[in-house]
């Protein structure tokens, strides 16, 4: 009786065991989901419609912050989504979308020989800063209605610092970065 009981114990404490090692085993299953390998970008091409915005971002990091500790080369894996349309190099064509070297600090819609659509001439006197570079990356179509930039935007507030940064090293003189 004394040993039947005692099994009864041990098994308890086994199947315990079995389950705390199965949920330690399932949680750092849930756990290496979230959690890619190789850290991605989040850039959604012909997304329409979605509103875009950080996802699950905790509180919003300023822009300074986030271009203090960005990434150029980054960046620049990220702006490969871009190239379909623009051309990156010194004195380079124009293709779907006007060709981008110097585009920082450049006059919104004015590089020559590109046919701007109108939301672009209106906002012809502004020049491309980093919040408004950030802000038209985020949402194209909302940030400049009627654009014909077909992307859909990048959510990520740090990819899009990076491709910014990326786009401000494409420059003779590259805009000093605002200060953090
Ligand atoms: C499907 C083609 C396409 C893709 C992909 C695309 N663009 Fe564009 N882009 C355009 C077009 C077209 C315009 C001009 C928009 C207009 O006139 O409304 C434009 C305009 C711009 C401008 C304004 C340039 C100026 O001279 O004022 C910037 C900056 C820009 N794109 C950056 C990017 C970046 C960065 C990416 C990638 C993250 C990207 N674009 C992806 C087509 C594209």
């Not at 199965?22 to 390998?37: D, I, Q, V």
């Not at 006007?98 to 672009?120: C, H, M, N, Q, T």
């Not at 491709?163 to 953090?180: C, E, H, Q, R």
Request: one cysteine or more.
């Amino acid at each position: 009786m004394e040993s039947f009981e005692f099994n009864k114990i041990a098994g308890a404490v086994l199947a315990t065991a079995l389950l705390v090692l199965g949920l330690k085993n399932f949680g750092s299953e849930l756990f290496r989901a979230e959690t890619p390998e190789k850290p991605g970008f989040a850039i959604q091409v012909a997304e329409v419609g979605k509103t875009a915005g950080d996802g699950a971002a905790p509180a919003a990091v300023p822009l300074p912050v986030l271009l203090a500790k960005a990434d150029k080369d980054k960046g620049m894996a990220s702006a490969k989504a871009c190239a379909a349309c623009h051309d990156f190099t010194k004195g380079g064509p124009n293709k779907v979308g006007p060709a981008l070297y110097g585009v920082v600090g450049r006059k919104i819609g004015s590089e020559a020989g590109f046919a701007y659509s109108d939301g672009f001439k209106a906002m012809a006197d502004k020049p491309w800063n980093f919040d408004e570079l950030d802000a038209w990356l985020k949402a194209p179509k909302e940030y400049i209605k009627g654009t014909k930039m077909a992307f859909a935007g990048i959510s990520n507030a740090q990819d899009r610092a990076n491709v910014i940064l990326y786009l401000n090293s494409l420059a003779d003189t590259p805009v000093p970065l605002p200060k953090p």
